[in-house]
């Protein structure tokens, strides 16, 4: 039997998964997807934030393109496929659990369809982006028009398709691709450790109040604004129902909650 695609462990309340076939950079193949699906289908109870980490020194290849070679997919066949990572990857973004994905190397392709499903990206400074699927003579089948889209702008999206752009950390940064960089080169643990401080930092939320933010921002913004408002007004009534809000806001209201400020 040919080993897992993921490894899973937990940390307290965080569900840490991660990707480990570093020897074909974190290529997904189909049962690799199918893998990630099981997941975040079946996250264990208790967990309330996800930590999304790589093996080795690529963060995902994307598709695995020999798997795609060798298997001469036609049109039908390829669409299953595309749709098994478009299950997946909603089950990521909209599962109700926070997804933080500490990013390192190449982020190409699939790999950045796979991170675009994520709620936080944080990245080490030698990550790269890219989407190479013109040059492959392919497109992207695993969300990347709508999610990656949306984070980049459809115009950004298509400049980078049409001319193969890789951009560095920097740049993914500034595009909204990576929300931290840290750390250098090479080297993911910084970038592993502050995704894991945030994951913590995310669990300590009211569970309603993290299942409002990843579930309901993405579709809202598929509504009109009439609609849009009434759904988010019924997510806030919602929230409002969570065992713990009286007892958040009386923290609050008894001075004993700490207040909103910038980091020191
Ligand atoms: C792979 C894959 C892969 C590596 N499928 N096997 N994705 C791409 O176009 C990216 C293709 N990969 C690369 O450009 C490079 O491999 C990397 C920049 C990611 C890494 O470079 P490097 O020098 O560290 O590794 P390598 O020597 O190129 O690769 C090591 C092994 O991983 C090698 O296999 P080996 O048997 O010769 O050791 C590679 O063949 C293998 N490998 N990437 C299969 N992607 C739902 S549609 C989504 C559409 C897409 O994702 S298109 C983007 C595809």
Same mark, same amino acid.
Request: hydrophobic share 30%.
């Given at each position: 039997m040919s080993e897992p695609f993921l490894l899973t462990s937990v940390d307290g309340n965080v569900g840490i998964v991660t990707l480990n076939r570093p020897h074909k950079r974190n290529a997904l193949d189909e049962a690799a997807v199918a893998e990630l699906d099981d997941y975040f289908s079946h996250? =264990?109870? +208790?967990?309330?934030a996800i930590l999304l980490t790589a093996e080795g020194e690529h963060f995902c290849a994307g598709l695995d393109l020999k798997e795609h070679h060798d298997q001469a997919r036609g049109a039908v066949e390829f669409l299953k496929v595309c749709q098994a990572w478009h299950r997946a990857f909603d089950k990521i973004q909209h599962g109700g659990i926070p997804v933080v994905a500490c990013l390192q190397g190449a982020v190409v392709g699939g790999g950045l369809e796979l991170a675009s499903a994520a709620h936080v990206r944080v990245a080490d400074q030698g990550t790269f982006f890219s989407l190479p699927e013109g040059t492959r003579g392919i497109f992207t089948g695993g969300g990347a028009t709508v999610r990656t889209a949306r984070i980049l702008s459809s115009p950004r999206m298509v400049e980078m398709m049409l001319t193969g752009r890789v951009l560095d950390a920097a740049e993914g940064h500034t595009l909204g691709l990576a929300h931290y960089v840290c750390g250098t =080169?090479? %080297? =993911?643990e910084p970038a592993r450790q502050l995704g894991l401080a945030l994951a913590r930092k995310i669990a300590t939320n009211a569970v309603l109040s993290n299942y409002a933010i990843v579930s309901s921002l993405s579709r809202i913004a598929d509504m009109s604004a009439t609609d849009g408002l009434f759904a988010e007004g019924l997510m806030a009534a919602v929230v409002q %129902? +969570?065992?713990d809000v009286q007892q958040r806001l009386g923290d609050f209201v008894n001075k004993k909650a700490p207040k909103v400020r910038l980091a020191a």
């Open positions: 996250v =264990p109870a +208790g967990i309330r =080169p090479k %080297t =993911p %129902t +969570g065992a």
